[in-house]
């Protein structure tokens, strides 16, 4: 089973942002594996909490202008 997990900050995408991400994930592999692929794929979005993340010793928390907007 195709596989794809993408974790992004918690509040960073809106219901149909994210939909739009399987959508396109899925259709990606179909076009490498084929579309027997297509029901067997799973896209898992996972949510980071603010703070929850950082790089190079900076915790990272999502700015406002960056947040879904519904």
Same mark, same amino acid.
């Given at each position: 089973?195709?596989? @794809? +997990? @993408? =974790?992004?900050? *918690? &509040?960073?995408? +809106?219901?149909?942002? =994210?939909e *739009? @991400? %399987?959508?396109?994930?899925? +259709?990606?592999? #179909? !076009? $490498?594996?084929? !579309?027997?692929?297509r029901?067997?794929?799973? %896209?898992?979005? *996972? !949510? #980071? /909490?603010?703070?929850? $993340? &950082?790089?190079?010793? *900076? #915790?990272?928390?999502?700015? !406002?202008? $960056?947040?879904? /907007?519904?």
């Amino acid at each position: 089973m195709p596989f @794809i +997990n @993408i =974790k992004t900050p *918690e &509040g960073a995408l +809106n219901r149909a942002q =994210k939909e *739009e @991400i %399987v959508h396109r994930a899925t +259709n990606l592999l #179909v !076009e $490498y594996f084929s !579309e027997a692929a297509r029901p067997h794929t799973m %896209v898992l979005i *996972e !949510e #980071v /909490k603010d703070g929850g $993340y &950082g790089r190079a010793d *900076e #915790v990272f928390i999502l700015p !406002e202008a $960056y947040r879904a /907007k519904d």
